[in-house]
């Protein structure tokens, strides 16, 4: 039978080692998936003749399968929500053809470094695609916080940046928060009513026994509520915050403070229970919560505001 020579099992062998190289250093690098989450966004992409789908559910089906098999391979994969509209206007500015999958992938590269992005960790795509639109919202409410707060000028008084100012006093108002509301599970919401939309942040914190140690806060999410705070407290409008806290051996607790001209403001314990049984949009009274103990706010504000 005859045998393979010297040099071909020789060259044989450097292109099995090469191969194998290449999808190691493959494993190395990362990538990022655009998706178009909403089914307007995906009839819109259809208008280009190289978007080969014509079915958002199978387009979706598709895209999970891509994550998977990168996932299979060990590839580290960010998911990316893909915005027709920041699409065209960034093929216009840069020149690149819209219809083309190199634009789409030059847009998507761009996502990476500056858009709504989660890392995939495995979920269903029907799970996915709604963290993924809570994370583009929570990210242009901090990018809109950021410049209101860019946009707040300085004191008439004292010439110091009201914007700085605000923010200092919102981290401090975060502290005395977790402070005050001692060990246990904290949700804390702040919302802010703007000219052109309704600012919402919502943070989770757990606190221990020792009062040195700082509360657990998942990611940005401590940067992100305090932007909002600060963001109300700048424009010296309407708003609101709720503090509720939960522990193990007690009921449920629900603090209340409201935003008025720059300045957070504790509600009684009979204004956090009337704002928490009133419908938000009927304005028809809700049944109390069942183990829910309804408390007035604390002091958590310093000195008044800049103007």
């Known amino acids: 039978m005859p045998q393979k020579n010297n040099s071909t099992r020789t060259s044989t062998t450097t292109r099995t080692v090469g191969t194998d190289r290449r999808r190691r250093l493959r494993r190395e690098v990362p990538s990022t998936v655009g998706l178009l989450a909403d089914a307007g ?3 819109a992409m259809r208008d280009y003749r190289s978007f080969v789908f014509d079915d958002h559910r199978d387009y979706l ?3 999970e399968g891509l994550l998977r098999s990168l996932a299979a391979q060990g590839i580290h994969t960010t998911v990316a929500l893909f ?3 920041e699409y065209a206007d960034f093929c216009a500015e840069s020149g690149h053809d819209p219809d083309t999958a190199e634009a789409r992938t030059r847009f998507t590269a761009e996502l990476a470094g500056s858009g709504a992005v989660l890392p995939y960790a495995g979920q269903p795509i029907d799970d996915l695609v709604p963290l993924l639109v809570d994370e583009a ?3 242009a409410t901090w990018e809109y916080a950021t410049m209101l707060l860019a946009e707040a000028g300085t004191c008439a008084d004292c010439g110091e940046d009201i914007g700085h100012a605000s923010f200092e006093r919102a981290a401090a108002a975060l502290r005395r928060l977790m402070a005050g509301a001692g060990p246990g599970r904290h949700h804390l919401v702040c919302s802010v009513p703007t000219e052109a939309e309704q600012l919402v942040a919502v943070l989770h914190a ?3 026994t020792d009062p040195e140690a700082p509360p657990r806060i998942e990611g940005r999410d401590g940067l992100d509520f305090v932007t909002v705070l600060a963001a109300g ?3 010296g409008g309407s708003g609101g915050l709720v503090l509720r806290s939960t522990t193990d051996d007690h009921r449920d607790r629900v603090h ?3 935003l008025d001209r720059g300045r957070l403001t504790v509600l009684s314990a009979a204004a956090v229970f009337n704002a928490y049984c009133t419908d938000a949009d009927t304005g028809e009274p809700v049944a109390p919560e069942p183990g829910v103990e309804y408390c007035p706010g604390f002091e958590v504000d310093g000195p008044g505001p800049h103007r």
Do not use: I, K, S
Request: overall charge negative; glycine content about 10%; charged content about 35%.
């Open 83 to 85: 915005d027709p509209e």
């Open 61 to 63: 089906r598709h895209v």
């Open 206 to 208: 757990e606190t221990g």
């Open 41 to 43: 966004d995906f009839a």
């Open 256 to 258: 209340g403070w409201r």
């Open 233 to 235: 407290l700048a424009l």
């Open 137 to 139: 919202v929570r990210q």
